[in-house]
């Protein structure tokens, strides 16, 4: 039985920093395999401009969060997914991808992602998405210097790219 879900995104509080930081340690030590340090950007959050930390809600449940900020790798004036985190219980749903899309909506624009190396199955994830909502009209590199180890993608969405809902 499919049971529609209620996907979206909310602003977090700087009163909520400290879930949003157990959730960056949980997300951390899946990405890394090992037991994470402090998440050095959180307070970063709440304290400096261009910088939006969101949490995905499922009928009003955290799953997940995407922290959007404005430090690209190689687009200037670019909005970033700098983490996108979804709980595992709640993968494989297509809140993922909904989330993600919710977020490049709020922000219309220039857009930069970017997947470390070796992460096949989150590169694909990502170019699913960015290829729906651009139709294929985004440029991929692979970079491997100081900056950035993986894959980069960048984009421009704007009102046109909007979903039909």
């Known amino acids: ?37 402090e998440y050095k950007y959180l307070d970063s959050y709440w304290n400096e401009p261009n910088r939006f930390p969101f949490f995905i809600l499922v009928d009003d449940e955290i799953v997940g969060f995407v922290l959007i900020n404005s430090h690209s790798v190689i687009s200037v004036n670019a909005k970033s997914i700098a983490e996108f985190y979804i709980k595992k219980e709640f993968r494989k749903k297509g809140i993922g ?39 294929n009209q985004f440029q991929e590199i692979i970079m491997n210097n100081k900056k950035w180890k993986g894959w980069v993608q960048t984009f421009n969405l704007t009102g046109n790219n909007k979903r039909k809902k």
């Open 1 to 37: 039985m499919f049971i529609l879900m209620k996907v979206e995104l909310t602003s977090i509080s700087s009163k909520d920093k400290n879930v949003l930081g157990e959730m960056l340690r949980e997300y951390q030590r899946e990405l890394l395999g090992k037991e994470p340090g």
């Open 97 to 135: 991808n909904e989330a993600a899309k919710q977020a490049f909506e709020l922000f219309p624009g220039r857009w930069e992602t970017r997947q470390l190396k070796g992460k096949a199955i989150v590169h694909s994830f990502w170019l699913e998405i960015i290829s729906e909502l651009t139709h």
